[in-house]
């Protein structure tokens, strides 16, 4: 059944063309917006369940465009999938297999073009509001990385209260503090809040401008510290968890930003001519890396973990008039094919010194193409690799055991990865070690050593 539901938006979208000619006059070169949360469980939103925390700006990029079930990012912490989400290839070639750490000299490679260099090179003008986590460093700011503008922090996380901090002599954490551009900015506002109102103003300073505009409003929200905005857990009293509960109130502040922000696309007359993208960083924290009252029902596993749950996430595209209002698609994606869709609308391509791994998802959507965008999608993550190829996943069911293995799912039948079918498949086992060794050897390059087999797959990776 699965396999007919691209065909199934390939005809919305057509009968869609046939009976609105008038959007076919739209310009090619859509304005793009990337908005990424950070930490957010799978559930939790209303299009994927959620009853407790009202999520309808989150929805309404649903509503008008295609909800991805089995969206992907690369990686299960921030990062790896920032990485991958600027360059549209996976993080280990370039240098972030993992988060980069406070006061690191490392970062993404500065070799490497991100999407903003492309974008600028083809004449968009960038921004980057929110969350950068690529390096601190001067090399890695994101003015030297293809972004025009620049308001937010270069590091993973932060108070939601900046002025708590510095105004009571808290010094400056050159990781955690606000910026706009290199300097140093004061900031009054809860920090979603603040993200929301600089991407309102950088839409309305781009409606004079004939220029398309990439803008990456990469919230903070909702991972740690939790810290709700003032009065906000007071709405969501009935949440008894009091983590859950200022969790909820975080989630809310952030969707409202999106309200806000979606009002400015409209008001400014660009809602047909820009392509909005919404994902989570990585799954909900459950039970390590900082859990935050996230939750990822039905999925196993959460932050950290190469189970659906670390790395499955809400994944919504809207661009009214191209793309189906309401579609759902079901075949695998990556975040990294956001950052090859942006650069094939825009007209650009990738130098191919830099080959990138995302695959443009329009022809997917609408351009009749019903196969598979990726034969596979691969993960490596600490000791964990995992793989996924059609309805089958491989990923180790233990780490740090002397004794991993492998578990193999179905996941058109077992979303929650419960049962192990490795026993009654063992041929298909095998393809999948051996793939992901290829996939491994590919993305790792010199640096592969002796990682040449799944972790847990029974091969020479095995942990210790
Ligand atoms: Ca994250």
């Given amino acids: 059944m699965h396999n007919l539901l691209p065909q199934l938006i390939l005809t919305a979208v057509l009968s869609f063309h046939f009976s609105h000619g008038a959007f076919a006059a739209a310009p090619s070169r859509p304005n793009i917006l990337f908005i990424v949360a950070d930490d957010m469980g799978y559930a939790d939103c209303g299009v994927h369940g959620s009853k407790d925390i009202p999520t309808p700006n989150i929805d309404s990029i649903a509503k008008a465009g295609v909800r991805f079930t089995d969206g992907y990012v690369t990686g299960p912490v921030c990062s790896p ?103 140093p900015v004061n900031e009054d506002e809860y920090v979603t809040t603040a993200f929301g109102r600089e991407a309102v103003q950088f839409i309305e300073r781009q409606q004079a401008s004939r220029q398309p505009f990439f803008l990456f409003l990469s919230f903070t929200c909702p991972h740690t510290p939790l810290m709700a905005p003032k009065g906000g857990a007071a709405n969501f009293a009935s949440i008894t968890d009091p983590q859950r509960r200022t969790y909820a109130a975080m989630m809310a502040a952030m969707d409202d930003a999106i309200g806000r922000v979606l009002a400015a696309v409209r008001k400014s007359g660009i809602q047909d001519n820009t392509l909005i993208c919404f994902i989570s960083d990585n799954g909900g924290p459950i039970t390590r890396n900082s859990p935050n009252g996230s939750t990822n029902t039905p999925l196993r596993g959460g932050k950290g973990e190469t189970w659906e749950g670390g790395i499955r996430v809400p994944f919504l595209m809207s661009w009214p008039g191209r793309l189906p209002a309401g579609g759902v698609y079901r075949n695998p994606v990556s975040q990294m094919d956001l950052a090859a869709t ?63 293995k492998t578990g193999l799912y179905d996941l058109s039948k077992d979303i929650s990865e419960s049962h192990d079918l490795s026993a009654t498949k063992p041929e298909l086992v095998e393809q999948l070690k051996e793939r992901w060794v290829a996939w491994m050897k590919d993305v790792s ?19 210790e």
């Fill in 81 to 183: 999938t920032r990485a991958a989400l600027m360059t549209a290839r996976y993080q280990h070639r370039d240098g972030v297999p993992d988060w980069v750490k406070k006061g690191s000299e490392k970062g993404l490679n500065p070799g490497v073009p991100t999407i903003a260099d492309y974008l600028r090179q083809a004449g968009y003008r960038t921004a980057l509001i929110g969350k950068w986590h690529l390096g601190e460093k001067e090399p890695f700011h994101p003015l030297n990385r293809g972004f025009d503008e620049f308001f937010g922090l270069l590091g993973g996380g932060r108070i939601y209260y900046q002025g708590l901090i510095e105004r009571n002599g808290g010094g400056t954490d050159e990781y955690a503090r606000l910026r706009r551009g290199r300097e």
């Fill in 342 to 404: 942006a650069l094939a609308l825009a007209g650009t391509k990738a130098d191919p010194k830099w080959p990138i791994d995302g695959v443009n998802l329009m022809p997917f959507l609408t351009g009749g193409n019903g196969g598979n965008p990726h034969e596979a999608l691969c993960w490596a993550y600490e000791n964990a690799g995992a793989i996924r190829q059609g309805e089958w996943k491989l990923v180790p069911v233990a780490k740090g055991a002397k004794a991993m």
């Fill in 445 to 463: 390059g010199e640096a592969a050593g002796d990682r040449t087999a799944i972790p847990g797959a029974g091969g020479k990776g095995d942990a």
